[in-house]
């Protein structure tokens, strides 16, 4: 039963990882909160900087940055 | 100051009166650890009373850490943090009044009180009584409905990681916390345990891990200004936290009766758990490598969150290898552990929450703050927790690796000292670093009114602005969440009930007829005596199934033993040895004489006295005392009705070819040092047995040098012990010490011959006078011919002394005449005058080595004792 419950929590995890590899939208949208969290301290980001962070999620900036 | 809020009045004030509550708790609660440290490596200090003994303020030490310090500051922290992640207030200030009592004047303060007065519960993290566990579940369900009905308002769409993990921790802990704290009691032993080992860890997992998280998702961002790294993975590690951490609990009884099902999932549970923080603080360094800047890293409450976040990254890696039960099999029960738990909840869950409130209280307006002393505080704190972990991990090695070892217990003890005294010092510095970091808060610049800027919780909501949430994607963190709040249960189900059911079935099944596993009234009480002064905390009562522990310890413990204890009292830390076996070992009067003042009878220990269970003397016991030796002397006692204790070899098996070597003085320095470390508390350090622990025993202790005794029963008496006596089995003495110490017993007594100047008369009359003596006085005992086998013999509550195989010094002899032998049945003989207990004496010695009738040889040789009464 242990080994089912590893598995489930697994596969549903590595489901929203496909999922955001195959789906920009979600891509975008998984990023938003970060965002809207700095908001709501009162920190905006230019609105360019803004975008594309969001087209395009921090990390894979700064991977694509070292590259 | 990047997120400057004039809070409203209301919020503010919850969270100062709660942030003063913290600092209190946290002073306090170290204070209690500080005191418990002392007692370590000086027992006596502030002892003699119940509600100073070792015990009780532990049980203070950490579940004041975990309410009064920890609960305190997440609770200021939720009330500055949810109305900016909701965009909403929290429902209620007066619901947030009376949270705030509750939790600290009815939980804390009462359930400190109550521990102190002999109120508690032994189970690690859950020490409060049950009473006490009630108001806090009350205030944790409080607590959702202050705090998670803003999240519910809000909506789960584009909530924010640190929002996630409040709204978890709060919604798991109500779930998990009845089910640690009340089952135990419900639950018998074995079963119980499953149900606690899931609480040992979620206590941590569940209710300190996700708000020191949260913190640092709301910190990081707020002073560097940059978003974090990734907000995919660090739901991807929210979801892993809550979902895998509930399967490692059963990780704290590795190796027990648990079923082994059950062991291997918590054991891969933790692997996966470690797998998950390095998701988890990876993304948050990277947030403050991809920010980095030197002004913001020399923010002080920054500093104090990425610290805490290197050492969560640390201390997960350390549990998880902990698990694996190899290396389980070595350290665990020792100080490795417990320098693992401060590393967990100084290093990482205290340096969050001080992180999270010295960040907030920067941008409280009308308050003090010194930068400067934040700073010294961060550093006395990485310093002092940095020696305290280095040490307790080198004495927790230490300690792994001596009982692993052929050596007694106290070797452990007695190595372990000088780190214990470090570490006390380190708790100083700690407390010391406290304190600067308190005062930080009351002196310094003061922010006025004019800096604080927008009240977080009148914003209104977010709604998206740019991008149009798709409701099916919110619709999945929710689903996601509710999963989660399912494979929670689950996680119960697969590691505790489950668990339960199959140890019921096999409880049934391998329950052997006949045993009688009910306790009497007064082992019940010595029972709730023992659990609420903390013995279990020092004694653990389950002998695991490890070859070191079964060499020990002896036969493992069954579930089936435990079918009576409600709550199960395993323990989970040995500074004392186990006690699951000791039924038989050791008589009462030991028991009463270790109690009252354990350097009576172990020299070197470092348990605590329990005077205060005494009417002034040792041999005065109340009938507290009485019960908690009954007890004491139950533990273990359905195991040896069903002959189910394995008896270790004994090393003085392999004795048979035994050379005295009392010529050697090496072997002898040797067997002295033996000798005044394990036998001196109650033989004394002269052999005479008249040592304050010695004398409270019945019968008391033997005089080693006023009677010569043959070799073999010197060494059956230590392999076995002398039954009907408090002389307990030395056979975990590894050989050369048990060579040692027999050789010198061997060399204690005097039993030279009287010098002619020293005879009352000539020897031939003092031969006459003594045999006449003799047979008046002693014959109805010792029998006519001194073989030990008088026709009062039988009567006598030890076998009288054979003094055909015992030489008797005229010292010695002297001392029994004027003393008796208290709890033997010899008593004293004051009449005897100095002459005639002279010429006795020497008649005694006459008959010595001498044959002595064939029935008498038959009787003593099934006398395992040392020399019968003296």
């Known amino acids: 039963m242990i080994a089912w419950i590893i598995g489930i929590i697994t596969l549903i995890l590595l489901l929203f990882v496909i999922w955001r590899k195959v789906s920009k939208s979600f891509r975008d949208r998984c990023e938003q909160p970060k965002y809207l969290f700095l908001e709501s301290l009162g920190v905006r980001l230019p609105k360019d900087q803004r975008s594309t962070q969001t087209q395009c999620p921090q990390e894979e900036k700064h991977g694509s940055h070292h590259s | 100051m990047t997120d400057r809020h004039a809070l409203s009045p209301a919020a503010d004030t919850l969270i100062r009166v709660h942030t003063y509550a913290a600092f209190a708790g946290l002073l306090l609660s170290a204070l209690f650890g500080l005191l418990v440290s002392i007692k370590f490596h000086a027992p006596g200090f502030l002892g003699g009373h119940g509600w100073d003994t070792w015990g009780r303020l532990r049980y203070d030490h950490t579940q004041g850490i975990l309410y009064a310090w920890l609960g305190n500051a997440f609770i200021a922290f939720l009330y500055y943090a949810v109305p900016i992640l909701t965009g909403r207030t929290f429902t209620s200030v007066r619901l947030g009044w009376l949270i705030f009592w509750m939790w600290n004047v009815v939980a804390v303060l009462g359930g400190w009180s109550l521990v102190l007065a002999g109120s508690s519960q032994p189970l690690e993290w859950a020490e409060f009584p049950l009473v006490i566990s009630a108001v806090i579940e009350a205030s944790f369900l409080l607590l959702v409905l202050q705090f998670a009905l803003p999240f519910w308002k809000r909506g789960a769409s584009e909530l924010y990681v640190a929002g996630w993990y409040l709204l978890g921790s709060i919604t798991f802990t109500t779930l998990a916390y009845p089910i640690g704290n009340l ?5 018998p032993g074995a079963m119980g345990a499953a149900f606690s080992g899931l609480w040992i860890h979620d206590a941590v997992g569940i209710f300190i891990t996700p708000l020191a998280t949260a913190i640092a998702y709301f910190v990081i961002p707020a002073v560097t200004r940059k978003p974090i790294y990734s907000h995919f993975y660090s739901m991807i590690g929210f979801w892993l936290l809550f979902l895998v951490y509930p399967l490692n609990g059963i990780h704290h009884y590795v190796y027990s009766a648990l079923p082994m099902s059950a062991q291997h999932a918590s054991e891969v549970a933790s692997i996966y758990q470690g797998i998950d923080v390095i998701i988890v603080v990876t993304n948050l360094l990277l947030t403050i490598a991809v920010a980095a ?3 913001v890293l020399r923010d002080i409450p920054l500093r104090l969150v990425w610290t805490s976040m290197v050492l969560y990254l640390i201390v997960s890696i350390q549990g998880s290898i902990q698990a694996v ?5 070595f350290t665990h029960f020792t100080d490795w552990v417990i320098g693992h738990s401060h590393l967990a909840m100084i290093g990482f869950a205290s340096f969050a929450a001080m992180g999270g409130l010295a960040h907030i209280w ?13 700073a010294w505080s961060y550093w006395l704190l990485v310093i002092a927790l940095a020696g305290m972990v280095l040490d307790l991990t080198g004495v927790g090695l230490v300690q792994a690796s001596l009982w692993q070892q052929h050596v007694p217990w106290i070797e452990s003890v007695r190595a372990s000292r000088p780190y214990w005294i470090i570490r006390t010092a380190d708790g100083c510095l700690l407390l010391a670093g406290f304190i600067v970091y308190g005062v930080s808060f009351f002196v310094g610049r003061r922010h006025d009114a004019a800096e604080a800027t927008a009240v977080a919780a009148e914003r209104a909501p977010h709604t998206s602005d740019s991008f149009r949430v798709d409701r099916w994607i919110s619709t999945a963190f929710s689903a ?12 119960f189900t697969a590691l505790a009930i489950l668990p339960a059911i199959q140890m019921h079935k096999a409880i049934e099944r391998t329950t052997p007829p ?27 009562e389950q002998v695991r199934f490890t070859p070191a522990d079964e060499w020990r310890f002896g036969a493992p413990t069954q579930a089936w033993e435990t079918q009576d204890e409600f709550p199960q009292m395993w323990g989970t830390r040995r500074i004392g040895p186990d006690l699951a076996r ?3 070992k050791r008589t009462d009067d030991w028991h009463l004489a270790h109690l009252y003042n354990p350097r009576f009878t172990v020299p070197e220990s470092m348990m605590p006295s329990y005077r205060w269970l005494f009417n002034g003397s040792a041999d005065k016991p109340t009938q507290d005392a009485l019960d908690l030796v009954a007890y004491l002397r139950n533990l273990g006692r359905p195991a040896l009705q069903a002959s189910a204790v394995r008896q270790p070899e004994p090393a003085g098996a392999e004795m048979s070819d035994h050379t005295p070597a009392s010529q050697v003085s090496t072997v002898l320095d040797e067997g002295k040092a033996v000798y005044e470390a394990n036998c001196s508390g109650c033989h004394g350090v002269d052999g005479r047995g008249h040592s304050r622990g010695g004398w409270v025993l019945r019968p008391v202790a033997f005089d080693l040098a006023g009677f010569r005794i043959p070799p073999e029963r010197v ?43 020293q005879q009352w008369a000539p020897e031939p009359a003092l031969m006459i006078a003594g045999k006449r003596v003799f047979d008046t006085h002693c014959t109805r005992c010792h029998g006519i011919n001194g073989a030990g086998d008088g026709p009062d013999a039988n009567r006598c509550r030890r076998s009288p002394a054979n003094f055909h195989q015992i030489e008797v010094s005229f010292a010695g002899v002297s001392d029994v005449v004027r003393n008796g032998v208290p709890g033997s049945g010899m008593p004293a003989w004051p009449l005897l005058t100095p002459s005639e207990t002279q010429a006795v004496t020497l008649y005694m010695r006459s008959l010595y080595q001498q044959p002595a009738p064939p029935h008498a040889i038959a009787g003593s040789a099934s006398e395992p004792e040392e020399g019968g009464e003296q």
């Not at chain 2, 089952?183 to 639950?187: A, E, G, M």
């Open chain 2, 183 to 187: 089952l135990p009691n419900i639950l």
């Open chain 2, 514 to 540: 006949g045993v009688h596993l009910a306790l009497t009234p007064a082992e019940r009480h010595g029972q709730q005596l023992y659990a609420r002064n903390g013995c279990a905390y020092c004694h653990t």
């Open chain 2, 325 to 329: 039960m190899a290396f389980n099999s």
């Open chain 2, 362 to 374: 920067q941008r409280l307006s009308n308050v003090r703050s010194s930068v400067r002393l934040l």
């Open chain 2, 715 to 757: 060494w059956r008496a230590l392999t076995y012990g002398v039954p009907g006596t408090a002389m307990p089995a030395w056979n975990d003495l590894p050989g050369s010490q048990f060579r040692a110490v027999a050789d010198y017993v061997l060399s204690l007594p005097d039993t030279s011959p009287l010098r002619p100047g």
């Open chain 2, 480 to 491: 996601t969440f509710g999963a989660g709040v399912l494979f929670f249960l689950l996680s």
């Open chain 2, 293 to 295: 800047d030197g002004n």
């Open chain 2, 582 to 584: 000791e039924s038989g």
